[in-house]
């Protein structure tokens, strides 16, 4: 939606066909393999439940790359591809039996697109792409994340109003600030250790907006109290 290319579409249906993409059959053919097996997630219960219910990932390459419903994976950008200039390959500073066992992607300087690290030439992503399918090393945002962001949201806001009745604002202020503080590092943890995408920020918010809403009616029926009572 903000026009940075965080993810790459694995398939394309020409008619009745799934056709893969540049970066997969690059990846494919790298590997030597023949058979890219496409695996669906119409028996993932979240999937069915919240109706995300598509593709799973693919298998080739000698590993399981998972996707999203519409087939897209998300780049991992830790690792960036080596880029080569053509001057060197047409001087001869570098030689051509250097290329070997290599995938090469040409690209112009001018054809740029935005990524989570600025500006980068288009050819950059794909052979990006290329680089983490056969590494198997994508990102993920698995089924789960949106329901459990969901009820999280729900379980915590419900809590921060419960204290918010019960005791002082200040207790559920506290727990709304470990609460964030718990998300973010939730989620930072899970990106590092498991590649997974949780989102943090949007229920981190939605949290904060609920405790300043309970805190200002609580402020609101305080003031009110109090005024009756001259």
């Known amino acids: 939606a903000d026009g ?36 669906s997630d119409e028996n993932d219960l979240f999937a069915l439940h919240w109706g995300i ?3 799973a990932g693919l298998t080739s390459f000698g590993h399981f790359i998972p996707s999203g419903s519409d087939g897209r994976f998300w780049i991992d950008n830790a690792h960036a591809p080596e880029q080569i200039a ?20 040409l690209d112009t ?13 288009r050819g950059a992503v ?13 990102l993920t945002r698995p089924n789960f994340a949106v329901p459990a962001e969901f009820w999280s949201l729900i379980l915590l806001g419900g809590t921060a109003m419960l204290l918010m009745v ?31 995408l949780l989102d943090a920020a949007t229920p981190s918010l939605a949290l ?9 009616m609580r402020s609101v029926e305080i003031a009110t109290a109090r005024a009756g009572l001259r």
């Open 4 to 39: 940075v290319v965080r993810q790459m579409p694995s398939l394309f249906r020409l008619g009745n066909q799934l056709i893969p993409s540049l970066s997969v059959e690059a990846a494919r053919l790298a590997a030597g393999e023949k058979v890219i097996t496409v695996t």
């Open 53 to 55: 219910a598509g593709i």
């Open 86 to 105: 053509a001057g060197a390959l047409l001087s001869g500073e570098m030689a051509t039996a250097e290329l070997k066992g290599k995938i090469l992607v």
């Open 109 to 121: 300087p001018e054809d740029l697109v935005a990524t989570p690290l600025g500006l980068q030439t």
């Open 126 to 138: 794909v052979a990006r792409g290329i680089e983490n399918l056969a590494a198997g090393r994508v």
């Open 166 to 196: 019960r005791l002082r604002s200040h207790w559920a202020g506290l727990f709304t600030a470990l609460a964030v503080a718990a998300g973010f590092y939730g989620s930072w943890f899970a990106f590092v250790r498991g590649h997974i």
């Open 208 to 216: 904060v907006l609920v405790f300043a809403a309970g805190a200002f």
